[in-house]
Nanobody, 123 residues
Framework: QVQLVESGGRLVQAGGSLRLSCAASGRTFSMYAMGWLRQAPGKEREFVAAISWNGGSTYYADSVKGRFTISRDNAKNTVYLQMNSLKVEDTAVYYC????????????????WGQGTQVTVSW
């Protein structure tokens, strides 16, 4: 079973940047896709971004494409989400998620996630 611990969430002004990190343990990190999900107040959890097992492929929700970048460091068992040009509508709890296999492109492709880190974007 995989354990995921997110960090990096905080209050930031619109237009600003944040980098989220997720440390993974408990299974062979490099064998699985990783991703980020988010859930805003009163809304369903949604897919944000995913990266394949070796970092060769990345996938993004349309709402973040061009602004967010997902990356991973398999030597450190860590996945990152660089968020630029943040908007108020990006406010949510962000969850690091572990894929069920080497690729993941949608919410249902993830089987585990962490406790989440709060990102709040203000005007």
């Amino acid at each position: 079973q995989v354990q995921l611990v997110e960090s990096g969430g905080r209050l930031v002004q619109a237009g600003g940047s944040l980098r989220l990190s997720c440390a993974a343990s408990g299974r062979t990190f490099s064998m699985y896709a990783m991703g980020w999900l988010r859930q805003a107040p009163g809304k369903e959890r949604e897919f944000v971004a995913a990266i394949s097992w070796n970092g060769g492929s990345t996938y993004y929700a349309d709402s973040v494409k061009g602004r967010f970048t997902i990356s991973r460091d398999n030597a450190k068992n860590t996945v990152y989400l660089q968020m630029n040009s943040l908007k108020v509508e990006d406010t949510a709890v962000y969850y690091c998620a572990a894929g069920r296999s080497v690729h993941a492109v949608r919410l249902s492709d993830f089987g585990s996630w962490g406790q989440g880190t709060q990102v709040t974007v203000s005007w």
